[in-house]
């Protein structure tokens, strides 16, 4: 089945790039007729769409990140990234990678999600 | 952006009770609603799409209704293992955005 499983450091420093990765299982992240999503939700808080990636590469972002953030894809490794840079405490969240399907359905499938902080 | 608001925030009930979350955006948005539900330290998963289908596997005490603008989540029957946190989402137009949760308690 589809999975989706989020890596990367969990401790960044003020003012750097948060760095993570999203490997996909199960199919291909070229497949047509899915985004692929990152989805944010800061401790004890609701959820925050960050952006999305689409199978041709096309890529959305939420306006109140959108200086900040990157999100590309590498097809050879199946997987999907997200780049924000200049963080700061308020950063700090669980950052979950998601699968919107249909483009335009639902967040069908989600990964664990990854605790990341930011901390000097 | 299309704004979602949940009510209640917090809903106190007890197990084998009837309960109904509320949702409503901002502007029209068709029937582009999904509901999810999340259990502390896990992932959000989605129970019911296009505001009133019942995604594959999810038990038919959980149903919705809507559209337009106002929505609604209902379960019937509330078991042990449905509290939680409910959220509505809207996927009618970038950016994607949800409700602030419904936080369904054991009274």
């Known amino acids: 089945q589809v999975q989706l499983q989020e890596s990367g450091p969990g401790l960044v420093k003020p003012s750097q790039t948060l760095s993570l990765t999203c490997t996909v299982s199960?199919?291909?992240?070229?497949?047509?007729?899915?985004?692929w999503t990152w989805i944010r939700q800061h401790p004890g808080k609701g959820l925050e769409w960050i952006g999305c990636i689409s199978y041709s590469g096309t890529t959305y972002y939420n306006a109140s990140l959108k200086s900040r953030v990157t999100i590309s894809e590498d097809m050879s490794q199946n997987h999907f990234s997200l780049k924000l840079s200049s963080v700061t405490a308020a950063d700090t969240a669980v950052y979950y990678c998601?699968?919107?399907?249909?483009?335009?359905?639902?967040?069908?499938?989600w990964g664990q999600g990854t605790l990341v902080t930011v901390s000097s | 952006d299309i704004q979602m608001t949940q009510s209640p925030s917090s809903l106190p009930a007890s197990v084998g009770d009837r309960v109904t979350i509320t949702c409503r955006a901002s502007?029209?948005?068709?029937?582009?609603l999904n509901w999810y539900q999340q259990k502390p330290g896990k992932a959000p998963k989605l129970l019911i799409y296009a505001a009133s289908s019942l995604r594959s596997g999810v038990p038919s005490r959980f149903s919705g209704s809507g559209s337009g603008t106002d929505f609604t989540l209902t379960i019937s029957g509330l078991q042990p293992e449905d509290f939680a946190t409910y959220f509505c989402q809207q996927i009618y137009r970038m950016p994607r955005t949800f409700g602030q949760g419904t936080k369904l308690e054991i009274k």
């Open positions: 502007q029209s948005i068709s029937t582009y």
């Open positions: 199960g199919t291909s992240i070229t497949s047509g007729g899915y985004y």
């Open positions: 998601a699968r919107e399907y249909g483009a335009g359905v639902a967040f069908d499938i």
